[in-house]
Nanobody, 119 residues
Framework: QVQLVESGGGLVQPGGSLRLSCVAS????????MGWYRQAPGKQRELVAD???????VYADSVKGRFTISRDNAKNTVYLQMNSLKPEDTAVYYC?????????????WGQGTQVTVSS
């Protein structure tokens, strides 16, 4: 069984920073991509950043220049460094992974971590 577990969310003031982490565990053979989505109250889930293995990283226009996605392939971990946070960044942030495991190839989601930007 594959699990994605996020950590690092919380309450931060506007202009502050947070770093999210997500670890993929289980019988994983290879990871094709890892990324982050977010969902604010009353809104659809949207892509924040995606980092394919050996491909180009993609960012939402709203976070370009403020957020940075990175991976530690040896630890099956993806990070999201969030700087210059704004109230409109408030959302539940979800980690995603596209990978191949003993169960076959597929996409997986974490349980989500709340990020609240407020003074």
């Amino acid at each position: 069984q594959v699990q994605l577990v996020e950590s690092g969310g919380g309450l931060v003031q506007p202009g502050g920073s947070l770093r999210l982490s997500c670890v993929a565990s289980g019988s994983i053979f290879s990871i094709f991509a890892m990324g982050w989505y977010r969902q604010a109250p009353g809104k659809q889930r949207e892509l924040v950043a995606d980092m394919p293995s050996g491909g180009s990283t993609v960012y939402a226009d709203s976070v370009k220049g403020r957020f940075t996605i990175s991976r530690d392939n040896a630890k099956n971990t993806v990070y999201l460094q969030m700087n210059s946070l704004k109230p409109e960044d408030t959302a539940v942030y979800y980690c995603t992974a596209r990978l191949r495991s003993v169960l076959g190839s597929g996409g997986y989601w974490g349980q989500g971590t709340q990020v609240t930007v407020s003074s």
